[in-house]
């Protein structure tokens, strides 16, 4: 028995994209809160290291919605 591969369905990707955009802003407004808090000098490094790439992936989410919110305006064509 050959198992066959799903069918794309997109439909939901723009909520799910919007479901992780939502994520992380939160993780980002809760470590800037720690990075204020903090006294380790080595802590708050990693901490804004870590803010750094977050704010590169809410880059790319966004992008990325954008395009996939047009794909479902075009009917995926």
Do not use: C, F, W
């Amino acid at each position: 028995m050959k198992n066959k591969p799903k069918p794309d369905d997109r439909s939901d990707n723009v909520e799910k994209i919007q479901y992780a955009i939502n994520h992380t802003i939160s993780n980002y407004r809760e470590t800037k809160d720690l990075i204020n808090k903090t006294d380790d000098p080595e802590e708050k490094k990693r901490l804004m290291e870590k803010q750094k790439r977050r704010l590169q992936a809410l880059e790319g989410q966004r992008k990325e919605i954008r395009e996939e919110a047009i794909a479902r305006d075009n009917n995926y064509k």
